[in-house]
């Protein structure tokens, strides 16, 4: 078999790597390594454990169990020039190791070595490469190779027996890979044919369809199928992009120049199908080598960022992110997939920087304001939360059933800042929009029932909430907590206690229980749930409240506040979706 040759060995390239980094004391040993790469590993910080398991590997090269997992976390991380020195490793061991050869077959594709590939393909064992991926990639090195007819063959295996992937993907790379050859005219009916064995077609599928149509000089009927299917639903950015671009009438291009960008198209398929089946290790990893080929191509870095940020590997999916150019359709989601990860970082302040200035780019895209509100509403921001709410509900026109947490997010900021009216009528907006909605109606009754006001009205509602989200702690002592205000304090207890089941570390929901348990005489375990509700880190101000009842009691607490009017006002419970 002729294979690339591999200039470099793996001690080699794991110092170099490492080149000029600064590394403790203790992992310069093989055990120091190992346990680092461990620690890496357990805490799923990907560029850290690529790191320690290459450098283990340095120091102990024939390892297998360093091989496997210094390839594993080398393709993760994205750095395919080591990760393709170790997948050699491993395939002289075990040819027929299936990161092992896609790592290698991906390599070969980034070289231009399209035999290369074509012999891994084809000798590698049953198993050793998923069926379809091996039947795409050895239609595009047929394509890299010129040979169309061989291509075809390839692009076809398994189509027409049943197997709606094997369909749909073999049908669209066959249909690009004519498009790279300058033949057009026969991508198009590679592409209708597919269509109408499936029934519909996916946003990418007829993103291609019209691009084909276009490039065959059949502008108007690529307008006329890109119009219908982003009326139907069935478009993507990337489709309304192009829509815009051919009204504009400036000229397209071609969604697959070459065999290798073909290959990273193949890559990327396999990968947005694994994201669809929750499959995120496998899917980052096809991510990653597809990109590894086309690093331009910006829906799969959204993807790479989108998988890290599934991983809590923040900073890597703010870097990822931070890729995707603004002349890019994909820039305005990537730069709310930045914000949310630099929030998750705890640089909230530069989250919040980033969508203010993409909303002065994009003033007229909603899901930016609305990310806007969340984030600042997060961040207690209220007032500034608001008003980025109402400037989405200005896009809305009149509003639809699928709005209703607009109003009720925009409600909850409205609340927070202290203009409730305002805030009663986002609410009741909600509710009109998706009646029995239980996240709007424990809000609302909640707040009522903090007003002490419409109580029959409030318990109502609650108890609705309730029976849609039984297993949700914080709705549960919403209904706990009107019946004590209510004065039924035997009858709140049993709720308080189950929504302390459901929710243990909240201190609202532990300092409510609290409160019914003395008024039911349980004192002493009052007491408890009050020192329960201290130790999960209670807003300043209620803290001072509960250490104040567990020195004089709550009888002389509720008398104290009687006398100046500063009965406490405990803002309504947060739901589990940020509420």
């Known amino acids: 078999m002729k294979r690339l040759a591999i200039k470099r060995g793996i001690i080699a390239l794991a110092l170099t790597a490492m080149a000029g ?3 403790h004391a203790a992992s310069r040993s093989l055990a120091g390594s190992y346990l680092s790469a461990r620690s890496a590993t357990q805490r799923n910080d990907l560029a850290a454990a690529a790191e320690f398991w290459t450098q283990a590997l340095a120091l102990s090269p024939s390892d297998e169990r360093l091989r496997e997992q210094a390839l594993n976390f080398q393709v993760m991380a994205g750095d395919l020039s080591i990760a393709a020195t170790v997948a050699d490793l491993l395939w002289r061991k075990d040819p027929d190791h299936r990161l092992a050869n896609l790592t290698l077959v991906t390599d070969a594709f980034g070289s231009s070595s399209f035999d290369d590939a074509l012999d891994r393909i084809d000798t590698a064992a049953d198993g050793a490469l998923p069926p379809l991926l091996a039947a ?23 189509v027409g027996d049943g197997n709606a992937m094997y369909d749909l993907f073999g049908g669209y790379h066959r249909g690009l890979a004519l498009m790279s050859l300058g033949e057009s005219a026969a991508a198009v009916q590679v592409f209708e044919a597919t269509e109408a064995s499936l029934g519909a077609a996916g946003a990418r599928l007829t993103r291609a369809h019209g691009l084909a149509l276009e490039d065959a000089g059949r502008a108007d009927d690529a307008k006329a199928l890109w119009r219908a299917a982003l009326a139907e639903g069935r478009g993507d950015a990337l489709l309304q992009g192009e829509f815009e671009r051919i009204e504009s009438g400036a000229p397209g291009d071609l969604p697959v120049l070459s065999a290798r960008s073909g290959a990273a198209e193949a890559m990327f398929s396999i990968a947005g199908a694994l994201s669809q089946e929750r499959g995120g290790p496998a899917a980052l990893l096809y991510t990653q080598l597809s990109l590894s080929l086309r690093p331009e191509l910006y829906e ?37 997939g930045r914000a949310d990860a630099l929030r998750r970082l705890d640089r909230a302040p530069e989250a919040i920087a980033a969508l203010q200035a993409l909303s002065a780019r994009a003033p007229e895209t909603l899901q930016v304001h609305v990310s806007l509100g969340d984030l600042l509403r997060r961040e ?13 509900v200005d896009l809305i026109g ?23 009216d305002r805030a009663e009528a986002d609410f009741l907006k909600a509710l009109e929009l998706e009646p029995e909605q239980p996240l709007a109606l424990n809000y609302l009754g909640y707040s009522w029932v903090e007003q002490h006001r419409n109580l029959d009205e409030a318990l109502s509602m609650i108890r609705r909430a309730v029976a849609q989200r039984p297993e949700d702690g914080y709705i549960t002592d919403s209904l706990g907590w009107v ?47 009050w020192s329960r509700a201290l130790s999960f880190d209670p807003t300043e101000k209620d803290a001072d409240r509960i250490r104040k009842k567990l020195a004089r009691g709550l009888d002389a607490v509720l008398r104290a506040e009687a006398e100046t009017g500063s009965a406490a006002s405990v803002a309504p419970a947060p739901t589990p979706n940020g509420g």
């Open 21 to 23: 980094a600064e590394v």
């Open 136 to 158: 795409l990639l050895s239609g595009w090195a047929q394509t890299g190779r010129g040979d169309r007819a061989a291509a075809e063959a390839a692009f076809q295996v398994g």
């Open 300 to 336: 799969a870095r959204l993807l790479l960022g989108e998988l890290l940020s599934a991983q809590n590997q923040f900073d890597m999916a703010a870097q990822a992110f931070a890729k995707i150019p603004r002349s890019s359709v994909f820039h305005v989601a990537a730069e709310i």
């Open 380 to 392: 207690e921001r209220f007032v500034e939360s608001a008003a980025a709410y109402t400037r989405a």
């Open 398 to 420: 009149p509003p639809e059933q699928r709005h209703w947490a607009l109003f009720y997010e925009r409600g909850i900021a409205l609340e927070r800042s202290g203009e409730w």
């Open 483 to 529: 019946l004590y205000r209510m004065g039924d304090h035997a009858g709140a207890v049993p709720e308080l206690e189950r929504a302390v089941e459901l929710t243990p570390v909240d201190p609202v929901i532990n300092d409510h229980l609290g409160d019914a348990l003395w008024m039911v005489g349980r004192k002493r375990e009052a007491e408890f749930q």
